[in-house]
Nanobody, 129 residues
């Protein structure tokens, strides 16, 4: 059983940086995928970034629309995945989720919500101009 506990949201000013955290517990796998998503009312959930781990090797994938502003550092010691948001913009305002897929399937699209099995409760990020 997997639990994802997310924190780090809030109301911030545009231009700075913000880091969200997603702590995973209740499982250990040699192959899995984790991703960050965001959603605003009336729109579909948008993939932000994804991380794939297999046999101790990791690969990251980012949305092309983010222009390199987002990164996903990982702390293996605490089993925590972060979302680093640089140069925040008002358009980044959304409800952010992290997600987990144990035994990631080769060829699956990590920036799509459908492959993931577990989701965090979501945290609100509000960016003011």
């Amino acid at each position: 059983q997997v639990q994802l506990v997310e924190s780090g949201g809030g109301s911030v000013q545009a231009g700075g940086s913000l880091r969200l955290s997603c702590a995973a517990s209740g499982y250990t796998f040699s192959r899995y995928g984790m991703g960050w998503f965001r959603q605003v009312p009336g729109k579909e959930r948008e993939g932000v970034a994804a991380l794939y781990v297999s046999s101790g090797l990791s690969t990251t994938s980012y949305s092309d629309s983010l222009q390199g502003r987002f990164t996903i550092p990982r702390d293996n010691a605490t089993n925590t995945l972060y979302l680093q948001i640089n140069s925040r913009k008002p358009g980044d305002t959304a409800l952010y989720y992290c997600a987990e897929k144990p035994y990631w399937i080769r060829g699956a699209r990590g920036l799509r919500p459908r492959p993931y099995d577990y989701w965090s409760q979501g945290t609100q990020v509000t960016v003011s101009a």
